[in-house]
């Protein structure tokens, strides 16, 4: 960042002026949209706190000042020219003038970072450039989450920012509760006060009495709060309470709405594994964060030093849809494993699973918060191949005939969304679960023949059910789709009758057409060998 501005007394005098002259108020949106800034940063340039150099200058220049030169403080001046300076030969400055606020003593280490240019940005452009109080950065279990914030925290440090003080609170334990709140909020009393209000301070202030100190706090100045592993907070075992505040949390929950309902200029990010859905959602901003693209992904693999082509790193890559923790834990394994031997071509050869230990105890941690219905739907939904064609709540509604459709949408579906076990592809026009999600969703249905039989037949009901052309305008593959679909749940059933029926239906046609253009279409093995193309 090139450096920071703030407006002198006779600058805002002139400022003031030539704004009345406008009839503009002094948060005019007309202003916000032609600085191309938010009213909460133009508060900030009214009080004289620093913003952005291009922000205050595209605030000046919106109104008709173009010697915005003549707005600035003049002692900030010396220090915008160092900071320009040292950007441009891009040299590290003095710790007093690049630094506006202390690393928290527990901030965790950023370890194999990988570059997460566009959500660093969206992340800063949010925090210091919006009126959004809050962003919860949600994800699966070794996505990033604390990494990320970690990072941009560290980013913040040496950029300069408005922040006069930061805090980390981690709410994971050992036991996977929250810590209790009396720590959570004296650590952060300490931290945010410079070390002047601690525990043996006024020791028998209940908890509104230290929210409220907390408050006046993040008033006074500019704080930055991260609160990580959010989830711990959150109620377990009930579809319909997925992401709300469980009853022995009470006092984080009122924290919370304290924070982000109170008007100051302070900013609070969660991580979490599921959505927080009790936070207003007006002035919360939740970020999925997803797995690495593919560059980044291949970036995170060669730093392993693995013997492996481009076609080969494209493809782990793809298996793991870039997750990171995911490759971190499979590329030590190729380096380390004797079996291996850091060849990560073998590695594919021989592995047709993706959930090895270390990756399944996290993604296990997750199905021990669902209730019985969400593990069962997951289990039920695993079967079906959304690669191969689209996954729409008729689908998923066909696995769960004891339940209501209200119960399925509302419920059910909402909480593996918010859990993030499940999402919708609005490209793809289709439900979605991540390859992790979906092996172990097999597991659970594989523990039992029957459920596994029961889904499978299901499936076959649902394709079996899809309307299609005539058969004299079938012209490819995609006219029959449904059926190939059905022909493959009919078999996984041992449903033979029903598999071969479909064979019959189709298999005249299918001897009609292309055989590479068959082949191409990733049809099931038996079901090419039972058309003989």
């Known amino acids: 960042m090139a450096g920071l501005l703030r407006a002198s007394e006779e600058g805002l005098k002139i400022i003031d002026m030539v704004r009345r002259n406008l009839g503009w108020n002094k948060t005019e949106d007309t202003w916000c949209k032609a600085a191309l800034t938010s009213k909460a940063t133009l508060k900030r340039f009214w009080t004289q706190n620093r913003i952005r150099r291009e922000t205050f200058i595209d605030i000046c220049k919106a109104v ?52 997460r240019t566009k959500e660093i940005d969206i992340l800063k452009t949010t925090i210091i450039n919006s009126d959004i109080a809050a962003i919860s950065i949600v994800g699966l279990p070794g996505t990033g989450k604390t990494t990320l914030a970690s990072q941009l925290i560290r980013q913040l440090h040496t950029e300069n920012t408005p922040f006069a003080s930061a805090a980390w609170q981690s709410l994971q334990s050992a036991t996977s509760k929250a810590p209790p709140f009396d720590r959570t909020i004296d650590s952060l009393l300490f931290t945010l006060s410079n070390g002047e209000i601690t525990a043996a301070v006024n020791p028998q202030n209940d908890s509104f009495q230290k929210i409220e100190k907390l408050i006046k706090i993040i008033k006074a100045k500019l704080c930055l709060i991260v609160f990580d592993r959010a989830e711990t907070l959150l109620k377990t075992g009930e579809a319909k309470a997925a992401g709300y505040f469980a009853e022995d949390c009470a006092e984080y929950a009122w924290l919370f709405k ?126 079906y191949q959304t690669s191969e064609y689209p ?93 190939i679909r059905a022909h493959y749940h009919a078999s996984k059933a041992d449903n033979l009758d029903a598999a071969n029926a479909i064979i019959s239906q189709i298999s005249d046609r299918l001897q009609d057409w292309n055989c590479a253009e068959l082949l191409c279409a990733n049809l099931p093995l038996p079901l090419l060998a039972e058309v003989r193309i």
Request: a negative charge; proline letters at 4%; one cysteine or more.
């Open 64 to 115: 008709g000042i173009n010697n915005w030169e003549d707005i600035i403080e003049r002692n900030d001046i010396k220090q915008t020219e160092l900071l320009l300076a040292a950007s441009i030969a891009d040299i590290p400055l003095d710790s007093q003038t690049d630094r506006t606020f202390p690393l928290p003593e527990n901030l965790p280490p950023v370890r194999n970072w990988v570059q």
């Open 258 to 383: 304290q924070l982000l309902e109170t008007e100051h200029q302070s900013k609070i990010i969660f991580t979490s594994r599921e959505s927080l859905a009790e936070l207003p959602p007006t002035v919360t901003r939740e970020i999925q964060l997803d797995g690495f693209d593919r560059d980044a992904a291949i970036s995170l693999l060669q730093s392993f030093n693995l013997t492996a082509n481009a076609e080969e790193l494209a493809e782990m890559c793809d298996r793991y849809c870039g997750h990171p923790k995911a490759l971190q834990l499979v590329a030590a394994l190729i380096r380390d494993d004797s079996e291996f031997q850091g060849n990560v071509g073998m590695f594919l050869h021989n592995r047709d699973w993706l959930l090895i230990r270390d990756i399944e105890s996290a993604i296990d941690e997750i199905i021990a918060r669902l209730s019985n219905s969400e593990q069962t739907c997951l289990g039920r939904i695993s079967v």
């Open 391 to 483: 996954l729409s709540f008729a689908g998923i509604s066909a696995q769960m005939p004891e339940v209501s459709k209200y119960e399925l949408k509302e419920n059910i579906i909402q909480a593996l969304k918010r859990r993030q076990l499940l999402y919708y592809d609005r490209h793809l026009k289709s439900y979605q679960l991540h390859p992790l999600v979906r092996e172990k969703g097999e597991h659970l249905l594989n523990q039992n023949s029957e459920y596994f039989r029961t889904a499978h037949n299901q499936a076959y009901n649902y394709y079996i059910s899809i309307s299609l052309k005539p058969a004299s305008e079938w012209q490819n593959i995609e006219d029959i789709q449904p059926l």
